[in-house]
């Protein structure tokens, strides 16, 4: 008799970067990384468990972008030479480091992860790592889900209602297109939520999504069961809520389990500490050092001097960590039984770049856990939202409030000093987008308009990212974050005024369409009023 549930949920989300006027561009690297750290051990963590028949329950989010990038034939060309450049620089750093023997362990161990990497990514599943994860949805053990169409802030973009429902449309349109069913449930970009966006989701098909903790507690009624079960928005869309202990116990930059001093350092790197003359061919313009991936240090400490990375170590302190984990969700579920009037499920949301990138150790943390979770004799069973929803079939009706699960718990890290500059130019762009499609929608258009009125609208999406406002706060890599938002916006401009004088370029509007190349049966007409539509 399971006595409750837990719900692990990974957000797997980049934005869009894609650059082929240029013969490499740097910040391509955010997905080759990404790929390399997360995505592929993930998939070996999959593979691994259904290998085992261990059966698990995980949900993962991706995200239109990422589908779109994880598909795109340049960018699957540019990872594999990234991928080969990192397993010639392993093979070096072992030639290097023959006179240090604990050193060239570390080496040897890149080498064989890189190798493996290799493998997994050009032999097992032919560069589309679509395939990997649809494989596992169709086997009934990872749920797979969406998000908006560019991870687009949507309380912020709700001044149209048009706006909202073309990032949930094309979005759920993206995932269904490239993945060949619809998500039952949606992952707000950021959690952020305000009231009445559930009347879009469910217009869209949608069933659940998810809101930070402060989204339930504060809602339109008090919760019954706090934030262990969830609520029915009023018209069969269900709000489930993120538990804040889970979170901790993994986000936390005091007391989480990523901070431990037996984890690999991410901040030291080979690409800032060897010679530049040695390391230049594996950094930025053979002169900017970046990070290579090569990381031979631990944690160690606060203030400490730092001493060398111990993998068998780390993987016991994992192995620990995990357990712990479980039974801290164990003793929850014992506490919340005695309240509750139903079996309480709890919610762990994690961005997925969390697990390998920053975290080295997290997929095999992530493993143990869904082990340990998949054990018939454990009191606390892993599922997914969809199944808790079939198991359950009456819930309390309340709003929730509108929230994200961002630094304050508003919106304010996507609104602030930094960044509100952007958004009169975003509210214009869509305004004036909505306007053509309207302009349009009682003339008849020819090939060469058709296409500059859908590459308007991929450059209106491209430009409401949520990631560009986020960067600017965050200040890291503001001049980029800064490039792509007046780039898009140009982009658009462009556009619009080619459009409105009947001037198009076809060479230029082309090269506008190699360059954003996403969502490709993208359809203008979506920026006209339901009622206006053909």
């Not at 903790?213 to 019954?224: D, E, L, W, Y």
């Not at 984990?325 to 079996?343: A, E, S």
């Not at 718990?409 to 952007?422: A, H, M």
């Amino acid at each position: 008799m399971k006595h409750g549930f837990l719900s692990i949920i990974l957000h797997a989300h980049l934005p869009y970067v894609r650059h082929p006027e240029h013969e490499s561009f740097f910040e391509e690297n955010w997905l080759f990384e990404a790929i390399t750290e997360c995505y592929i051990p993930l998939i070996g963590v999959l593979d691994r468990l259904e290998n085992d028949k261990v059966p698990y329950r995980l949900t993962l989010s991706l995200s239109p972008p990422l589908i779109c990038m994880l598909r795109d034939e340049l960018l699957q060309t540019r990872y594999l030479k990234y991928l080969h450049q990192s397993l010639e620089l392993a093979e070096k750093e072992i030639i290097r480091t023959r006179l240090q023997p604990e050193f060239q362990k570390l080496a040897r161990l890149y080498r064989r992860f890189y190798k493996k990497t290799l493998t997994i990514y050009q032999d097992q599943y032919d560069c589309d790592l679509l395939i990997a994860f649809k494989k596992h949805h169709t086997m009934g053990t990872l749920e797979l889900i969406t998000c908006a169409a560019t991870h687009g802030l949507l309380p912020l973009l709700n001044i149209s209602e048009i706006a909202v429902r073309n990032q949930i449309k094309i979005g759920i349109e993206t995932f269904k297109a490239n993945l060949g069913f619809s998500p039952s449930g949606f992952w707000l970009p950021e959690c952020a939520y305000y009231p009445g966006l559930e009347a879009l989701l469910a217009e869209a098909g949608i069933n659940y999504f998810f809101v930070d903790s402060h989204g339930i507690t504060n809602a339109s009624q008090i919760p019954r069961n706090g934030v262990y079960a969830p609520l029915n928005c009023g018209n069969g869309v269900m709000a489930f809520a993120r538990d804040p202990e889970s979170s901790r116990q993994v986000w936390s930059s005091q007391e989480g389990y990523p901070g431990d001093q037996d984890y690999r350092e991410y901040y030291k790197d080979i690409g800032f500490d060897l010679d530049l003359d040695y390391i230049a061919p594996y950094i930025l313009d053979s002169d900017i050092r970046i990070n290579t991936g090569i990381k031979y240090y631990r944690i160690t400490g606060k203030d400490l001097p730092k001493e060398i990375y111990n993998p068998k170590k780390a993987r016991v302190k994992a192995q620990q960590h995990a357990q712990d984990f479980i039974n801290k969700r164990q003793q929850q579920i014992i506490d919340l039984n005695t309240t509750m009037d139903r079996p309480p499920i709890i919610i762990a949301p994690y961005d997925a770049e969390l697990f390998g990138h920053w975290w080295f150790e997290g997929p095999q943390w992530l493993e143990c856990v869904l082990r340990l979770a998949s054990n018939p004799s454990n009191p606390i069973q892993a599922i997914s939202c969809s199944d808790y929803l079939a198991q359950q079939s009456s819930h309390q009706i309340a709003t929730p409030s509108a929230s994200t699960w961002g630094d304050q718990g508003y919106f304010s890290y996507w609104l602030n000093e930094t960044n509100n500059w952007i958004y009169p130019f975003l509210h214009k762009a869509e305004a004036e987008m909505e306007q053509l499609a309207s302009d349009f929608r009682d003339l008849t258009i020819n090939s060469l308009q058709k296409r500059a009125l859908n590459q308007a609208a991929r450059s209106v999406l491209l430009a409401q990212a949520s990631d560009w406002p986020f960067i600017m706060k965050s200040e890291t890599t503001t001049e980029y974050a800064n490039k792509r938002i007046t780039d898009h916006l140009a982009r658009f401009n462009y556009l619009h005024d080619a459009i409105r004088k009947n001037n198009i370029d076809n060479r230029y509007l082309t090269a506008l369409e190699i360059m954003d190349n996403i969502f490709p049966n993208i359809d203008f007409w979506d920026y006209l009023p339901s009622k206006k539509k053909n």
